[in-house]
Structure formats: structure tokens, C-alpha cells
């Protein structure tokens, strides 16, 4: 199976202080796969890395054997709400429209089909009929499906979405998580900051789990154990929590 990401000994620091030591890890293509661990962990800084929106300190990392550079065009990203400006006047078919433009070339515009397309990829999400909606005006969970439907719109290889779950209604949940799943099944590759251990069992085919360092990295088996999880979070984790998981 072709390897999707390559992470190499990756340090990464903020003014001094350590955020990410020694991580090393390789993801194969077409897995669902959730990055877990407490507060603080260094989470959201590895996707930012992978994505390069934040400078490693040293490392190497490697999506698809090529570097992020390489691969801008292939690459989606999901960012957390609450970095996002939700009072910008844009509307909810334009906001789903700038995912195709990566692949439109310098100084060309979205043309019929690609708004066609956007208008499919908001159908996708299940809320096409607010398409002409501000997107300040939505929900919690609606903001969360517009851009993921943006994401759709770029028709990338890999997807990466920084707590999606955050703030959103059960059927958005419910709605991106059959939608990343389908995605996964279709041989993309979807990585996902997770902070939920209760759903991580249902939802993902492997874990990372990070305390800034690489705790533990595999299946939900190997992960979802109780020893496992208390090397990261420092609690006691009772034992059954390890049963019963499928991935």
C-alpha cells in the first residue's frame, strides 16, 4: 500500500518552547485516521506542519513521496472555527467556490461548470438550499459542512480538519463523519484532530496519539488501551475501555 505521509524526527518550537519532539510516523493511503491527546499535546501544531502553516524547527515530512510544496494542489484543509472570520460578507456558494481554485491557474476565474460543481459539492454536505446564505448567518454545524463542502470543491488526495466536531449539531456530526468515511473508502486519505475518545472507536481506522511526543501510533486496537492512554493523559484509564473497539 503506497504510503500517504512520511514523518521524519520533526521539532518543532515556539519562542523556545518545545511543542513537538522527535515525532515519527507514516500514514498509508485511504485511511481515516484521528490525532488524539490532551490539551496541549501539540495536535493542531503537527497538522500545521503537515500543511506547512507552521516552520519545524528540523524533520522531514512527505506527503505522497513529494514535498508540501508539491502537493499544495492535492491538499485540503478544514481549519478550527473559531479561526475563522465569520462576519466576512461572503455567501455560502462563494465560499464553496474558492476550493476550486487551486485549480485554476493563475489570473483565471471559476467558470460555469465549476460553480455547477460547487452547487454539487454543497448538495453533498446536504445544504445546498442555503446557498445564497451569509455564511455568519449559519449554524454551528452548517458553517462546518460549507467548508467542507469548499474542501469537496478542491478534489484533492488528502484532507486534513482541525476539530470539525467542535460546536456542531448531532446530524452535522452525524453528516461529515458519513462523508469523511466515503472519502476514506474511495482512497483518500483523511486526517482528522480529534479531542472525543468516546467516538474515536467508531470513527477512525488509526490514531496518533501525541503528549508532544509520538505517545503511540497504529490501529484503534493498539491505540484505544488503557496503559496506552494514560502515558498521555496522566490519569488512570479503567480497563474496559479497551474493549470492544473495532476499527
Known amino acids: 500500500m503506497k504510503t500517504a505521509i512520511s514523518v521524519s524526527n520533526l521539532f518543532v518550537s515556539y519562542d523556545g518552547s518545545e511543542a513537538l519532539k522527535n515525532v515519527s510516523f507514516t500514514v498509508d493511503k485511504g ?66 467556490i474558492l476550493g476550486t481554485y487551486p485549480n485554476l491557474g493563475i489570473f483565471k476565474r471559476p467558470k460555469k461548470e465549476h460553480k455547477t460543481w460547487a452547487h454539487e459539492c454543497l448538495k453533498k454536505v446536504g445544504i445546498a438550499e442555503l446557498h445564497n446564505r451569509q455564511i455568519g448567518e449559519l449554524s454551528g454545524g452548517q458553517q462546518q459542512r460549507v467548508f467542507l463542502a469548499r474542501a469537496l470543491a478542491q478534489k484533492p488526495e488528502m484532507y486534513f480538519l482541525d476539530e470539525p466536531f467542535v460546536g456542531v449539531d448531532v446530524t452535522s456530526e452525524e453528516k461529515i463523519i458519513s462523508i469523511l468515511k466515503e472519502l476514506r473508502d474511495s482512497g483518500k486519505t483523511v486526517i482528522v484532530v480529534h479531542h472525543d475518545l468516546s467516538k474515536a472507536s467508531d470513527y477512525f481506522n488509526e490514531l496518533i496519539l501525541l503528549n508532544k511526543e509520538l505517545i503511540e501510533h497504529g490501529n484503534v486496537e493498539r491505540v484505544f488501551q488503557p496503559d496506552v492512554l494514560s502515558r498521555a493523559y496522566s490519569i488512570q484509564f479503567p480497563s474496559i475501555i479497551g474493549e470492544g473497539v473495532s476499527s
Request: hydrophobic share 40%; proline share 5%.
Open 31 to 96: 485511511k481515516l485516521v484521528g490525532i488524539i491527546g490532551p490539551n496541549g499535546a501539540g495536535k493542531s501544531t503537527l497538522l500545521k506542519v503537515l500543511l506547512n502553516l507552521i516552520k519545524k524547527d528540523s524533520g522531514r515530512v512527505e506527503l505522497l513521496g513529494k514535498s508540501i510544496k508539491e502537493m499544495k494542489t492535492k491538499i485540503a484543509y478544514v481549519p478550527q472555527r473559531s479561526s475563522i472570520d465569520w462576519d466576512f460578507p461572503i455567501t455560502v456558494i462563494d465560499t464553496v
